[in-house]
C-alpha cells in the first residue's frame, strides 16, 4: 500500500533553516508527480510546492518562492523540501501529498505531517 512518511519538522528560530523529508513506498515513485502542503491551526490546508516525476519542474506557492526548495531522489524514493529564511507564518503542519488516478478515480494519499514552529 502507499505509504508517505515525513521527517525533519521541529522548532526554529525566525530566519532559521530546516530539511523535510517525505519517504514515499507502495508504489512506482519514479513515475509521479510529488507535493508538499502545509496547514496552520484554523487555517485551510494549502499548497506548498510541487515537483514533476522527473524533476524536471517544480512549483511553488508565491509566499514560499526564493525561500523553499523542492526535490526528490528518485533512486532513494524521497522527495524534500529546504525551507530557509524562516517565518512565524510558516508555522504549520507539512504534508507530503501524491494524487494517482485509477480507473478514472482520484486517488489522493497523504503523510502523517510533520510539525514546524518558527518562533523565538
Known amino acids: 500500500q502507499v505509504q508517505l512518511v515525513e521527517s525533519g519538522g521541529g522548532l526554529v528560530q525566525p530566519g532559521g533553516s530546516l530539511r523535510l523529508s517525505c519517504a514515499a513506498s507502495g508504489f512506482t515513485f519514479s513515475n509521479y508527480a510529488m507535493s508538499w502542503y502545509r496547514q496552520a491551526p484554523g487555517k485551510e490546508r494549502e499548497l506548498v510546492a510541487a515537483?514533476?516525476?522527473?524533476?524536471?519542474?517544480?512549483n511553488y506557492a508565491d509566499s514560499m518562492k526564493g525561500r523553499f526548495t523542492i526535490s526528490r531522489d528518485n533512486f532513494k524514493n524521497t522527495v524534500y523540501l529546504q525551507m530557509n529564511s524562516l517565518k512565524p507564518e510558516d508555522t504549520a503542519v507539512y504534508y507530503c501529498?501524491?494524487?494517482?488516478?485509477?480507473?478514472?478515480?482520484?486517488?489522493?494519499?497523504w503523510g502523517q505531517g510533520t510539525q514546524v514552529t518558527v518562533s523565538s
Open positions: 515537483i514533476t516525476s522527473t524533476g524536471s519542474s517544480t
Open positions: 501529498n501524491v494524487v494517482m488516478i485509477w480507473l478514472g478515480s482520484k486517488l489522493d494519499y
